[in-house]
């Protein structure tokens, strides 16, 4: 596992570098996920998104998410990269890439990338609308951090 | 002496994105009391705590030189 | 449904512009899936492949399928791009992207997509491994045309 | 006269990609019975037919004008 596959930066994410990092002569699949902001949520609309995240330990987290996926799914190869920072409408905040020989574990292990990222990853949303702004957080769902989190 | 990070709402309600506290050997419930003692953080009840980039229990024991986090529930992707 | 959504081409196919082609405000989720040409299948090892399509016809059938998303996903975007001529390892044959506000959505109908293509449309792969070579076809499989086709 | 496509395993069987019959109002099978007489294509009896650039039955009638193409079990992806 290259350090650099999980990371998370202040610039627009190029996907196409983030394929890259996954591509391999083994692989007959490469799924992609691209988080976009929506301008609409519930009726509300959305301005811009800022987010914010505890960096370091951000990287640890997706490469650990990384490794779930390793194990679960073998001979599979993940890249995270999460942006943060202030993002316009349309802009991209996450791409995760998983290569694999076979498609069905690609499609499998990126959906199980994203949850994860919303479970254990610590990095925040803050929502501008047009009639305000809200940190956003599960804070209605009581089980934050299934699957063992914290050990 | 203890580093805490605070993120997001919490560190808009403190209104920095860090303390360094003067502690040492005490449990992360007795952090988070002191700490709600000197500000109006009631959200502090609902967080995880990290030590050193990892998720803590409640009663993990902090360290002098360990780097405490304050974790809202998490909103990325 | 704009008709450059669907497109067989004879050059390298580039990911971005498929994915420019479902960006818009009302999504949240975007995902690709990228089937890329596998240096070793059962142990059998591939130099190159050559994939021919029935050009006009691929696209309808491709059109087809992105119907079949919308009608079954509403509020997906879908564009589909299929390479032919001959591909050397870990080139890109066929690229899926799916648009959506919510992430379910786009995972479901992209995997949904690429099980439609290796259905109904008409494109062939001829494996060119390094002991021989072999039009690849689900002869196996009797049931090549399910869900209704031909109708 | 009837255009008829051939892709795939059936274009390197015939050695050519299409051929142009003078015929019409003939069924599918009929046809695939004509071209079997003349070429040594076994796999005939395997691949799905389409008329027009859309699949089309044994028993479906084609035209003058219509094509006509034999679809191999296809292998994009």
Known sequence: MKEDMYEILEEPIQVEKIIEKVTRRKAGAITTFLGTVREWTDGRRTIFLEYQAYKTMAVKKLAQIGKEIQERWPDTEVAITHRIGKLTISEIAVVIAVSSPHRKAAYEANEFAIERIKQIVPIWKKEHWDDGETWIGDQLEQNAYPNGEPS | ?77
């Open chain 2, 1 to 77: 002496m203890i580093t805490v990070l605070f993120f997001a709402q919490l560190q808009e309600a403190i209104g920095k994105d860090r303390l360094i506290m003067e502690e040492s050997g005490i449990t992360i419930t007795e952090l988070k009391g002191k700490l709600k003692m000197e500000y109006a953080i009631p959200q502090l009840d609902h967080v995880m705590t990290a030590v050193n980039e990892e998720y803590a229990l409640p009663t993990d024991t902090v360290s002098s030189g360990d780097i405490v986090a304050f974790i809202p529930p998490v909103s990325g992707g």
